[in-house]
């Protein structure tokens, strides 16, 4: 970890029309966004003009008519960062990629592509997907069980990257004269037979100026957590407010750092989606605003989605939360014990549930002022090392970038300038060194002895 001033990492979540119910039908909103390749690249290039690390998208390989709109019409996350990868150059490019229906050797190649067409600015999404019905797309009858889809993507992960060390960083001396373009000895299979994946290997491509992709994930459940302290190199976490927001922190280093890591090297980036006005009462009218247009039927789509898109409108809305512990919780696990348990303590009845789950509070809405000092109380308080920002409204997003940025760099916790143009390089982070070219090394260290 460089010994720079620790900073705040920024992200953007760029989700088109936007990731909840109503936001499409705002005033100034681009109805075909998600599917407008040039929305993508003018908001890649506002985000990398702000100077934030990196810009998200998000992915699941599953719809239903009840989907959130974004969801229902949208592009395949590496063929979009590609056409930001040569429209930008200095952001990270972060996709979503599950690790429960792919083959690790193409995803390897798909991002090992990605990293090297953006010159060293690619980042994975690791997750697993919580939506059973994905299944149907892949030939399955039913979805991998919670515990298991954790476990192969464990080892889904460890493959990758292994492939990725496929060509040692000087494997190509392409010398005209002699004739050698390859150095064989530099070339590595992988020959890798685990539980789940049997892969040879080697990649048939090299490393780039970053040595390998960076890693995120996103899980709250135990295994989610547990498989984040192991892999990634940054986490999504998303924290109901500043108190689970230090649990959360603080658990995942620990985690990490039993298992010998460099807590520094792990930053928990929680998702939010704040709401900037002139006064604090403007930013609440604006939420309550936005309330008054969602319908309940919908909330209780969204309540339902942590549970497999569990359908709450069968049952009476003034009652107490409905029993469904005959559900097995195989989705969104985390999410979904976290309801359970907050409607048990609190007593909430189906109604206040819907409302409680079913939007998208916001956690920092106020004047520029007020959401900095609201972003700067997590960053020093051990709540979060940066935040993406998931804004399914254009003019937040700008109010953000012109009037919440400026105040952050101001106080010294935002960068003014980028000082790399890798996304290893904007986070902060080692390269890791090829483990062929570090066996050799230590080879040679012992004969020297
Ligand atoms: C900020 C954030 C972004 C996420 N993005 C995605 C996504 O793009 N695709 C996806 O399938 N899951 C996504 N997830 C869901 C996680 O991958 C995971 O399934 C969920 O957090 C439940 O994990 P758990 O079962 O370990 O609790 C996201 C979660 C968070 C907190």
Do not use: C
Not at 171 to 191: C, I, W, Y
Not at 305 to 326: G, K, M, T, V, W
Not at 380 to 406: K, T
């Amino acid at each position: 970890m460089s010994n720079t001033k620790r900073q705040l990492k920024l992200g953007v979540i760029l989700s088109g029309v936007g990731n909840d119910q109503s936001g499409w039908r705002e005033p100034g909103a681009q109805t075909n966004a998600s599917i407008d390749i040039n929305w993508f690249i003018a908001n890649a290039r506002k985000a990398e003009a702000a100077k934030f690390d990196h810009v998200f998208i998000v992915d699941s390989p599953y719809i239903t008519p009840d989907t959130t709109p974004h969801f229902l019409n949208r592009l395949e996350p590496l063929t979009l960062l590609s056409a930001l990868a040569v429209s930008t150059t200095h952001i990270g490019l972060v996709g979503t990629l599950t690790a429960s229906y792919w083959e690790p050797y193409n995803v390897a190649r798909q991002f090992a592509s990605l990293d090297n067409i953006s010159n060293g600015r690619a980042g994975w999404n690791v997750v697993t997907t919580g939506l059973e019905g994905a299944a149907q797309n892949y030939g399955r009858e039913a979805h991998f069980d919670h515990a298991v889809r954790y476990a192969r993507a464990r080892e889904f992960v460890e493959v990758v990257q292994g492939l990725w060390d496929s060509y040692e960083d000087d494997a190509f001396p392409r010398d005209k004269e002699t004739g050698v373009f390859l150095d064989k000895a530099k070339q590595h299979k992988l020959n890798h037979k685990g539980e789940f994946f049997s892969v040879a290997g080697p990649l048939a491509l090299s490393r780039s100026r970053q040595g390998q992709p960076v890693i995120f994930q996103a899980g709250d459940s135990n295994e989610g957590r547990n498989l984040g302290a192991a892999i990634a190199d940054a986490t999504f976490a998303s924290a109901e407010n500043f108190e689970t927001g230090q649990a959360y922190y603080k658990d995942l280093k620990s985690r990490a750092a039993a298992l010998g890591r460099n807590p520094d090297h792990i930053s928990v980036v929680p998702g939010f989606n704040p709401i900037i006005a002139d006064t604090v009462e403007e930013a609440q009218a604006i939420e309550k605003a936005r309330e008054g247009k969602l319908d309940l039927d919908k909330l209780l789509v969204q309540l339902g989605r942590p549970f497999n898109y569990h359908d709450f409108r069968q049952y009476a809305l003034d009652e107490p939360f409905p029993d469904i512990s005959n559900l097995t919780l195989n989705s969104y696990k985390g999410r979904a014990e976290r309801i359970l348990r907050i409607v048990r303590d609190e007593k909430l009845t189906l109604r206040e549930a819907a409302w409680r789950f079913g939007t998208q509070r916001s956690k920092f809405s106020g004047t520029a002022e007020t959401v900095a000092d609201e972003i700067e109380r997590w960053f020093v308080g051990g709540a979060a090392d940066g935040f993406n920002l998931q804004s399914s409204r254009a003019d937040q997003f700008d109010l953000f970038i012109e009037r919440v940025v400026p105040i952050l760099q101001q106080r010294g916790l935002f960068r003014t300038e980028y000082t790399s143009d890798t996304l290893r390089g904007n986070l902060g982070l080692p390269i890791p060194e090829n483990r062929y070219t570090r066996a050799r090394g230590e080879v040679a260290a012992v004969a020297a002895e």
